[in-house]
Every structure is written in C-alpha cells, then in structure tokens.
C-alpha cells in the first residue's frame, strides 16, 4: 500500500515507543515523515532508518508554542505542503493526589495537553489547505479513571475532549480530527511494568486478549485513521485496548 505517497506527515515524539512504530508505517506507505522530539540522538537513529529523500529529523519541545510553530513552518519549507499531524507526545506522572507538585501537574498538562493544542492550531492553515488529518493519542486513561493517576487521567481526558471540539470547528474546512486510544503498550514509559512480572500479569488479566499491546498495533490504526480509507470518520476516540473498555470491571472468573 502507498497510502501516502506524495503525503507530509509530523510525528511527534517519534524517537521510541508508539512515535517511532508511526513514522516507520507511514513511511513504509510512501510518506515523507517530519520526525520531532526532544532526544536528537536517538531521533538521528530512527532518521537513519528510513529514506533519506523522505525524512526530516527536527528536534523540539512540543510543550513550547514558538517551537511548535517553528516545527510546521520548517516542515512546510522542506516539503510544500502538510496532510498529517500526529500528535503523539506525552509525558506521564502518578502518584497519591496530596503527593502530585505543582511542577508535575504543569508538566504533564504543558506536554500532553498544551502540545496538543499548539501542534492543531499551528498545522491547521495548511491542513486547510490539503483537507488533511489531525490524529492525537490518548489512552484509555483518558476515557476511565486509574489509581493514583489523577495528572494523565486529567491531560488524556482534556485530549479526547478537544478532539471532539476540534472536529466540530475544523469539519466545514474539510479537516478530520480523531483519537486512538491505547491500553497498557510495550514502550519505554512502561518499561518498569514490562519488566515486573507478577504486576504484568495482574494487569494482563483485565485485558480480555490477555496481553498488552504493541507499538506497531497502534501505528497501523493510526495510518488507518489518517487515511482517505476512514473519509468520514471525525470526531472519533478509537480504542486500541484489546476489549478493555468492553468490560463493566467484573474481574476475571
């Protein structure tokens, strides 16, 4: 498939994880990827790995809106045009509610939510212009509570929120907005989860396909999202949590 062939995508935090996995799919179907992320070295890594015609590493702090604007101009003057946006940054911290900073609530709600915002606003008049797509990811942490999560339950849900409001404001332009939402994924965010094996399999049994999700799962809903193969769909919160929202919380028999 060359779904995007002639296409410009921006990844954000395309360095690792659920980021890397996204950029390597649009790629793989003919897309030119604007990768960005605050880690240069390991950004140049994943540039490295796709054509060097159709790769743009550019270093940024999604949570700046100066640097987000400089993102989308500098991707616009590199490659013409802008059909994509994914917004894919984010930073999590947990903890008791009386135990969460002022410095942790900020810096969850600058990068998972202010990004968000900043990278929709600065790409819209060239989204306009292509009647291009803008796909955020949330979590499933942004559509239900966890324990002792309160920041990123707050941040993910305000994302999946915005994503309604934005498809409303931007459908008339012809511009489609829409949210996949991803339960427990082997990334380096979860890295101390993946690596406890007992909490693993805990978490395991409340997902009815009984394991967690891989990078490359999501990049391909998300390829799917942004594609011409889901024309009519806006507005749109996807989980991608292995029958996880199915449940009423009852737990395993």
Sequence with gaps: MNRFESKVVIVTSAASGIGASTARRFASEGGSVVLVDRNEMALADIARELPSDRVLAHVADVSDSDAVDAMVATTVKRFGRLDVLVNNAGVHEGGEPQSITNEQWRQVMATDVDGVFFGCRAALPHLAKTKGSIVNTTSVSGTGGDWSMSPYNAAKGAVVNLTRALAMDLGKKG??????????????????????????????????????????????????????????????????????SASNGQPPQ
């Design 175 to 244: 511009v489609r907005v829409n949210a996949v939402c991803p339960t427990l994924t082997r990334t380096g965010m979860t890295a101390d989860v993946m690596n406890d094996g007992k909490l693993l399999a805990k978490l395991a049994e409340q997902i009815p396909l009984g394991r967690v999700c891989e990078p490359d799962e999501i990049a391909s809903v998300i390829a799917f999202v942004a594609s011409e193969d889901a024309s009519f769909i806006t507005g749109s919160d996807v989980a991608i949590d292995g029958g996880v």
